[in-house]
Every structure is written in structure tokens, then in C-alpha cells.
């Protein structure tokens, strides 16, 4: 049986990360497609705080196989928004929903949020599966928002309340 877990990103991880950034199918998926040095990567990783964005790495037997993101995380509203990205190595393999059952956790009983949401191009359609399938609801769309390959597409809204989580007694 798989063991899925999260940890804290370490140095060893930055070359892989960077990677796993600059692959084309993940930069067609961020609101920004530019890759990134390995100098960029470690000036933006200095303004990681802890505080209102984490990152962490999303394992299977303790081999690394994608980043979780948490940004905009606000304590006061109780909310956040979330993103992740597999390694190509990784794809196809049913490792999405377990992940992101993993971020949905950390955020409603570490951070002890209430509601979570996250952005998607509507061309992913993979991820609006995976999403919809985990129990997310679409509340909007940022229209034309995206221009990929000399076209614009929507960015898909969507949400989760924790509320919506069946307890298991």
C-alpha cells in the first residue's frame, strides 16, 4: 500500500523544483508561463514566509512527486487559495486526488481554515475533474484571462468548504 505524505521543502529540492516549473505542460497551467533560473527561483523562495504562503512537497513512499501551494492565506477570514503541480515523471498515475486530499486536510485541520478555493484554466480539464470529483464547486470565471497559443481562456473559480467534509467517527 502507498504511503502519501507532505513535508517541508529542503535545499535539495530547489534544482528539482525549478524543473518541475520550467516543464511545458505546468507553465501552460500557471497565470504566469515564464520560466525561471535557478537564481529566480531562489530570490522568490525568499519570500516564502511561512505565514501567508507555504509550500510543500507531496510524496508517495517518500519519493518527492509534486508541490503544494498555499497562498493568500488569510487567518482572519479563515481561507486560502491553493495550486499544485505532479512531476512529468509522475502524471497518469492516479497521485492528483490523493494529493490534493492531502492540501484539502492540512488546510481545514493544521491551518484550521473554513473555506479554500483555487483557479483553473478551462482547458484543464484533467484538474476540473480531479477538483469536481474532491467536491469543489465552480462559483466563477475570470473571462479571457489567459492567453495561451495566441488565444484567450477563462480562469475557472472554484470552492470548497469545509463543512462539506464527512466526519469519520
Not at 13 to 36: A, S, Y
Not at 52 to 78: A, E, H, T
Amino acid at each position: 500500500m502507498r504511503r502519501f505524505h507532505l513535508r517541508e521543502i529542503t535545499n535539495n529540492d530547489h534544482e528539482w523544483l525549478v524543473e518541475l516549473h520550467n516543464d511545458p505542460l505546468v507553465l501552460k497551467n500557471l497565470t504566469n508561463p515564464t520560466p525561471v533560473s535557478m537564481q529566480d527561483h531562489m530570490n522568490w523562495w525568499k519570500t516564502i514566509d511561512g505565514k501567508r504562503q507555504i509550500r510543500l512537497i507531496f510524496c508517495v513512499d517518500k519519493k518527492r512527486v509534486g508541490i503544494c501551494k498555499f497562498y493568500s492565506i488569510d487567518r482572519s477570514n479563515s481561507n486560502c487559495v491553493l495550486g499544485a503541480d505532479i512531476h512529468k515523471e509522475h502524471r497518469g498515475k492516479g497521485l492528483a486526488k490523493p494529493m490534493w486530499r492531502l492540501m484539502m486536510d492540512y488546510c481545514y485541520e493544521e491551518l484550521e481554515l473554513s473555506r479554500i478555493s483555487l483557479t483553473t484554466a478551462e482547458y484543464n480539464m484533467i484538474a476540473r475533474k480531479v477538483y469536481l470529483g474532491l467536491g469543489f464547486k465552480e462559483e466563477g470565471r475570470m473571462i479571457s484571462s489567459l492567453f495561451r497559443d495566441e488565444k484567450w481562456y477563462d480562469q475557472i473559480c472554484m470552492y470548497h468548504l469545509k463543512e462539506w467534509c464527512k466526519k469519520n467517527v
